[in-house]
C-alpha cells in the first residue's frame, strides 16, 4: 500500500504532531548511540519518528505482548533493519501501552509496520510477511541497496585514471590490476590496465592482453578502441620522421598527403589538438582529397579518443563549422 492507496496518511495529519507533546516523564529512554532499532511512546512519537523520518526512513512497528504473529514478525525485521546498514530504522510501539497513535492511523489489525518518510506515512503492510518481502518494501521505500565494493571500484578506477593523466603510469596500473583482482571482467579497468601499457611503449604486452581477453569484453567499445589505437601506433612507427614531414608541409602547405601522415604520427605521440587541425586544415582545403580521407580518419580519431575527450569536443565543434558553413 503506498501512494494514494495509503490507507495511513489520510487519518495522519496535524493532530498528531499537536499531541504529541505530553509530560517527558512518560517518554521511553532513547535507543543506545547507532542502533537502528528503538520503542517510542506517544510522547516522544514525534521525535523518534516523525522528525527522524525527515532525515531518513523509519519503519513503525504497531505490536502487542499478547500478539503471536507479532513475535513471529519481530525478530526477522529487526534483523532485517539491522542489516540495512542505515538505509533505515526501526520503531517499535506497544499499543497496549500506547493507543492514541495506532487509533489515529486507524490500524485495527497487528502487526502492522508503518513506514514514515518526510515526516509522513508512505506506506505499510500487515501481518507476519516473509524476510524477503520486509527487504522488498525497504528497498522499495529507501531505494536499493549501496554496493560497497562498487563504490570502492569507482573510487579506485577514479585515482587510477587521475595517476595515468599525471604521468604515474605504474602506480595506474597498479590500482587497475588490483580492481581486475576483484572483479575480473571489469571491462574499465582491463581498458585502462592495457591503455597504461601503451602509454609506456609495451606495445606487445598491450596485445598479449588483449588477445586473451574474453570474446564479450573484445566486443567492448572501450576495447575495440585500444585494438585501433594499436593499429594507429604501428602504422605511424612506418609514416617517416616528423620532423621531415613538418619541412615538407612548411615548404609546401597543400602536401596533404604529408599532412595526414603528421597527423597520424602527432595522434600516437599524444597531441591530439595538432593531429586534428592537421586533418581540418586539409577539409577546409580540398574536400575532395582521397575521397574526403581527412574526415574519415578524423571519424577515426574520435572513436579511439572517446566522445567526452576534450580533444574530441574540440574537434567534432570545429568539424561542424567546416561542415555546415
Not at 546498514?85 to 502487526?111: E, F, T
Not at 602506480?171 to 592495457?194: I, K, Q, R
Amino acid at each position: 500500500m503506498s501512494g494514494d492507496n495509503n490507507p495511513y496518511a489520510a487519518s495522519f495529519g496535524s493532530s498528531m504532531t499537536a499531541s504529541a507533546t505530553f509530560s517527558p516523564q512518560s517518554a521511553a529512554p532513547a535507543a543506545a548511540a547507532g542502533d537502528v532499532v528503538s520503542d517510542t511512546t506517544t510522547a516522544t512519537f514525534a521525535r523518534d519518528v516523525l522528525q527522524a523520518s525527515l532525515e531518513t526512513l523509519v519503519l513503525v512497528d504497531f505490536w502487542a505482548p499478547w500478539c503471536g504473529p507479532c513475535k513471529q514478525l519481530t525478530p526477522v525485521i529487526e534483523k532485517v533493519a539491522r542489516e540495512a546498514r542505515g538505509r533505515v530504522k526501526l520503531v517499535k510501539m506497544n499499543i497496549d501501552d500506547h493507543p492514541q497513535v495506532a487509533g489515529q492511523l486507524g490500524i485495527q489489525s497487528i502487526p502492522a509496520v508503518i513506514a514514515f518518510k518526510g515526516g509522513r506515512p508512505v506506506d505499510g503492510f500487515m501481518g507476519a510477511v516473509p524476510e524477503t518481502q520486509i527487504r522488498q518494501f525497504i528497498e522499495k521505500n529507501a531505494g536499493p541497496a549501496t554496493d560497497d565494493r562498487a563504490l570502492e571500484i569507482e573510487a579506485a578506477l577514479t585515482e587510477a585514471a587521475a595517476l595515468a593523466e599525471a604521468g604515474d603510469l605504474e602506480n595506474a596500473a597498479g590500482l587497475y590490476a588490483a580492481v581486475l583482482d576483484a572483479e575480473p571482467t571489469h571491462v574499465g579497468a582491463f581498458a585502462g590496465l592495457v591503455d597504461c601499457m601503451l602509454k609506456a611503449g609495451d606495445i606487445e604486452s598491450a596485445k598479449e592482453q588483449l588477445a586473451v581477453a574474453p570474446e564479450e569484453m573484445q566486443k567492448d567499445p572501450a576495447i575495440a578502441a585500444l585494438t585501433k589505437k594499436i593499429g594507429q601506433i604501428e602504422e605511424a612507427r612506418k609514416l617517416g620522421d616528423p620532423v621531415a614531414l613538418e619541412q615538407q608541409i612548411a615548404t609546401n602547405p597543400d602536401d596533404h598527403a604529408a599532412r595526414v601522415k603528421l597527423a597520424k604520427i602527432r595522434n600516437v605521440e599524444g597531441d591530439r589538438t595538432a593531429a586534428a587541425d592537421h586533418l581540418l586544415w586539409i577539409m577546409k582545403r580540398d574536400r575532395t582529397f582521397e575521397d574526403d580521407g581527412a574526415r574519415r580518419e578524423l571519424l577515426q580519431f574520435f572513436e579511439v579518443w572517446g566522445p567526452k575527450d576534450p580533444a574530441t569536443i574540440a574537434a567534432r565543434r570545429k568539424l561542424s563549422s567546416i561542415l555546415f558553413s
